[in-house]
């Protein structure tokens, strides 16, 4: 099967083309994920914005964390992406996008004032605006990405993610997908990765990048924790942690490593430092779909949990006695290593 073209062979972009972020932070939203990226070093948002990457395009951020623009002239360049003024342009969503149609008067989000009315531009308004024109949607952070904390059940405002709103096989105007990249917040470096290689698409010097059925990048959310935690030495010898501060497997405090999809206990948090289990706090699942509602009450023992500590019980507590016998021996230096009169090696001449 034929590759798909990328946006700038279908488009032919020119090397001097600069490229909008429209960064709309504008969701139900702690601003956590703008924060986090600003901790990103592979690369950092710094080398992204200022062009020091080899092959990236040029990058004009919109981004209310880093612009030095602001109020109506920050909030022109959103305007101009409206109206197709810029091209091409990649809008970034942060936060969970509430349902404005289900109630009869105010605004659950807002983000700039429309000049005709003097009122708040919601972030579906927003949305519905910018998506004909837009080159890409990336969803930053669960909210964004599939509702997240804002769109628990019994909340009043209909939260839900992009995908949720725009629809699954949305595509844009270059034919690309919807691009997930959850976490509460999300892992910085992955933002910035994901970041980077949409821009090298659009250069041409990357294929479609590669996403997974929620739409996440692949190569990002293939592994789930467990695969990837410290403490699974710990877990494979059934010796669990019975409370807080102890370096054994967390499984019984609440942890949902095993079934959940995320690279922060091999990638850490930042520089590699951290990664959640590794450090000693449970995996919450914060970077699933199904996060929260499918894994409260947090520090609960997971269902299955109980069931898999206890069927690796047996093997766990064996093998853990063997090794223990093992590591005695393979802790000993061997006995020819002393002085004496004789040599004790078994070396034959
Ligand atoms: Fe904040 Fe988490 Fe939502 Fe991001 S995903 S906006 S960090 S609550
Ligand atoms: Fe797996 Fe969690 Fe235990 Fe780590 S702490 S080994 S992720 S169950
Ligand atoms: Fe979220 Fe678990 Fe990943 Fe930590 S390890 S970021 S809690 S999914």
Same mark, same amino acid.
């Given at each position: 099967?034929? %590759?798909?073209?990328?946006?700038?062979?279908?488009?032919?972009?020119?090397?001097?083309?600069?490229?909008?972020?429209?960064?709309?932070?504008?969701?139900?939203?702690?601003?956590?994920?703008?924060?986090?990226?600003?901790?990103?070093? *592979?690369?950092?948002?710094?080398?992204?914005?200022?062009?020091?990457?080899?092959?990236?395009?040029?990058?004009?951020?919109?981004?209310?964390?880093?612009?030095?623009?602001?109020?109506?002239?920050?909030?022109?360049?959103?305007?101009? =992406?409206? %109206? =197709?003024?810029?091209?091409?342009?990649?809008?970034?969503?942060?936060?969970?996008?509430?349902?404005?149609?289900?109630?009869?008067?105010?605004?659950?989000?807002?983000?700039?004032?429309?000049?005709?009315?003097?009122?708040?531009?919601?972030?579906?308004?927003? $949305?519905?605006?910018?998506?004909?024109?837009?080159?890409?949607?990336?969803?930053?952070?669960?909210?964004?990405?599939?509702?997240? $904390?804002?769109?628990?059940?019994?909340?009043?405002?209909?939260?839900?993610?992009?995908?949720?709103?725009?629809?699954?096989?949305?595509?844009?105007?270059? +034919?690309?997908? $919807?691009?997930?990249?959850?976490?509460?917040?999300?892992?910085?470096?992955?933002?910035?990765?994901?970041?980077?290689?949409?821009?090298?698409?659009?250069?041409?010097?990357?294929?479609?990048?590669?996403?997974?059925?929620?739409?996440? !990048?692949?190569?990002?959310?293939?592994?789930?924790?467990?695969? +990837?935690?410290?403490?699974?030495?710990?877990?494979?010898?059934?010796?669990?942690?019975?409370?807080?501060?102890?370096?054994?497997?967390?499984?019984? *405090?609440?942890?949902?490593?095993?079934?959940?999809?995320?690279?922060?206990?091999?990638?850490?948090?930042?520089? =590699?430092?951290?990664?959640?289990?590794?450090?000693?706090?449970?995996?919450?699942?914060?970077?699933?779909?199904?996060?929260?509602?499918?894994?409260?009450?947090?520090?609960?023992?997971?269902?299955?949990?109980?069931?898999?500590?206890?069927?690796?019980?047996?093997? =766990?507590?064996?093998?853990?006695? *063997?090794?223990?016998?093992?590591?005695?021996?393979?802790?000993?230096?061997?006995?020819? %290593?002393? !002085?004496?009169?004789? *040599?004790?090696?078994?070396?034959?001449?």
């Amino acid at each position: 099967m034929a %590759r798909m073209m990328t946006p700038k062979e279908a488009k032919g972009l020119s090397d001097e083309t600069v490229v909008h972020v429209l960064w709309l932070n504008a969701g139900l939203s702690c601003d956590g994920d703008s924060v986090s990226l600003t901790n990103a070093r *592979l690369p950092s948002i710094e080398d992204i914005a200022l062009g020091t990457i080899p092959g990236l395009p040029k990058v004009a951020f919109h981004w209310p964390l880093i612009d030095y623009q602001v109020g109506e002239e920050f909030i022109e360049w959103f305007w101009k =992406g409206a %109206r =197709g003024e810029i091209d091409p342009f990649v809008v970034v969503i942060e936060g969970s996008i509430a349902n404005e149609r289900i109630k009869t008067e105010g605004y659950w989000t807002g983000f700039g004032n429309d000049p005709l009315t003097g009122q708040p531009v919601t972030l579906m308004e927003w $949305i519905d605006k910018l998506a004909p024109n837009a080159t890409a949607m990336v969803a930053a952070g669960t909210c964004a990405t599939y509702g997240g $904390i804002h769109a628990m059940q019994g909340n009043p405002t209909g939260a839900m993610g992009l995908a949720d709103y725009l629809g699954p096989n949305w595509r844009s105007k270059a +034919g690309l997908p $919807i691009v997930n990249v959850p976490g509460c917040p999300v892992q910085p470096d992955n933002m910035a990765e994901t970041l980077t290689y949409l821009l090298h698409q659009l250069a041409g010097k990357a294929p479609m990048i590669p996403l997974d059925e929620e739409l996440r !990048p692949a190569w990002l959310f293939g592994k789930t924790v467990h695969e +990837g935690c410290d403490r699974a030495g710990y877990y494979e010898q059934a010796d669990f942690a019975n409370d807080y501060g102890s370096p054994k497997c967390l499984v019984k *405090l609440g942890c949902w490593g095993p079934v959940i999809k995320c690279n922060v206990p091999k990638r850490g948090w930042m520089d =590699g430092i951290g990664g959640c289990p590794n450090i000693g706090g449970i995996c919450m699942a914060c970077t699933m779909p199904g996060f929260p509602d499918k894994f409260m009450p947090f520090m609960d023992e997971p269902p299955g949990a109980a069931v898999s500590t206890r069927a690796i019980a047996p093997y =766990g507590n064996l093998i853990r006695s *063997l090794r223990a016998i093992t590591k005695h021996t393979a802790d000993k230096e061997p006995k020819w %290593r002393a !002085p004496s009169t004789t *040599l004790r090696t078994g070396y034959r001449p």
